[in-house]
């Protein structure tokens, strides 16, 4: 059985109304408890729980300290090409732009690795495509992971979903982990932001965490993308799909991120949902109290001012110095982004943020930072 299996027993209508309906009364019995269950995840995630974001804060810290200690690990993104399938409408990577398509070479993506080195001693590097298999296949992903490894310790890949064999072969390669964003949970509405390729297909997209689990991957990240749904339900039901794989994949490591719909090329869709920065912090504390092991990733859509409050308060890893651009860090400085960063500081900028902050930016693979 996988989730796919599962997911119809929740009625995306019900649990939303279950979450309107938490009461102030609910989230202090949350609060007070040494662990919380899902219905007090609920009573966290809900408008009720705005008032107690300080208490949230505090807590979330403890946790977050006492099982990850003073660090935030540090990690970059290299976007290897731009070339998709999909009509996804809030990325600029749809295939129905008019944009030049970049496909990186193994010499162009040396030249990147190269270049990310020299802006910090990253270990830690996300490949990143879109999702063309034509173009970024397995046997392209090897070839980058065989370059990769040169450079990195810790090597993870968000790129379209691949079958469990395929993912087999990458770990064989050396990939470390697998960041799938299923963007949204709701079913039904699903097919309008995918209107065609191969993303349009829900339960396939879904059901890439369970092949991931299958294949032994040493973790995986789950994420939704904030602004096409109602942000509270959406992720309850991230929520309900990480206890899932956690309890049938328990030898695998977990991530989530929560990242917001940034601006982008093409016709400007509009988020249907707006997030606002205390909600944000709002799921990043519920999730920490809801689960003390999952780490909690936090990009540059986000502004500089929310990554510092936030690195301190639940967040365990944080990009820095990223361009969501393919070749953009050495090849093509100028080629199209995915989306428009929101925090342009240097690493070491980043990293001189995260000391006032009391904390230390690892740049070396987290196990190994753990071990110091």
């Known amino acids: 059985m996988r989730f796919t299996d599962l997911i119809d027993n929740y009625n995306w209508d019900d649990l939303s109304r279950k979450i309107s309906q938490k009461s102030s009364q ?26 107690y974001l300080e208490i949230m ?5 403890m946790l977050t300290r006492q ?8 990690y970059i993104p290299l976007y290897l090409t731009n070339a998709c399938t999909n009509h996804c409408v809030y990325c600029g990577f749809n295939h129905e732009n008019k944009i030049n398509r970049i496909i990186l070479n193994e010499e162009e993506i040396e030249k990147e690795a190269q270049a990310i080195k020299e802006l910090g001693d990253f270990h830690h ?3 990143v495509t879109g999702e063309s298999p ?5 046997d392209y992903l090897k070839r980058a992971i065989r370059i990769m490894k040169k450079y990195f310790s810790n090597i993870s890949i968000e790129v379209q979903p691949l079958e469990r064999s ?67 339900t959406d992720l309850s039901l991230m929520a309900i799909h990480l206890k899932y794989l956690q309890k049938k994949y328990w030898r695998t ?8 719909i940034r601006p982008h090329e093409g016709d400007g869709f509009k988020p249907n949902v707006i997030m606002q920065d205390k909600e944000l912090a709002q799921a990043i504390f519920a999730f920490r109290l809801y689960d003390r092991d999952v780490e909690i990733a936090l990009s540059t859509r986000e502004e500089p001012r929310m990554r510092d409050n936030l690195c301190s308060l639940g967040v365990t890893s944080m990009s820095a110095g990223s361009k969501t651009e393919p070749g953009g860090y050495y090849t093509y ?14 690493p070491s900028e980043v990293e001189e943020s995260i000391k006032k902050q009391g904390y230390e930016a690892v740049w070396k693979d987290w196990d190994q930072a753990m071990s110091i």
Request: aromatic share 12%; proline share 4%; no cysteine.
């Open 26 to 51: 609910d989230v202090e019995l949350a609060l007070n408890k040494e662990r919380i269950d899902f219905e007090d995840f609920l009573s966290l995630i809900s408008p009720a729980a705005l008032p």
């Open 57 to 61: 804060a505090r807590k979330s810290r």
């Open 67 to 74: 099982r990850f200690g003073n660090t935030i690990q540090m």
């Open 125 to 127: 590097i996300l490949l």
């Open 134 to 138: 034509r173009h970024a296949g397995v």
């Open 166 to 232: 395929e993912y087999e072969e990458l770990i064989k390669e050396g990939l470390y982990s697998v960041y799938v964003y299923q963007e949204t949970y709701n079913k039904e509405r699903y097919p309008i932001y995918h209107p065609a390729g191969k993303k349009r297909d829900f339960n396939y997209r879904l059901d890439t965490f369970d092949r991931l689990g299958e294949a032994e991957i040493h973790k995986m990240g789950l994420g939704v993308l904030i602004g096409l749904e109602d942000w509270r």
């Open 253 to 260: 490591r977990y991530s989530v991120s929560f990242p917001r």
């Open 333 to 346: 400085p100028t080629a199209l982004e995915q989306w428009v960063m929101a925090d342009d500081r240097s």
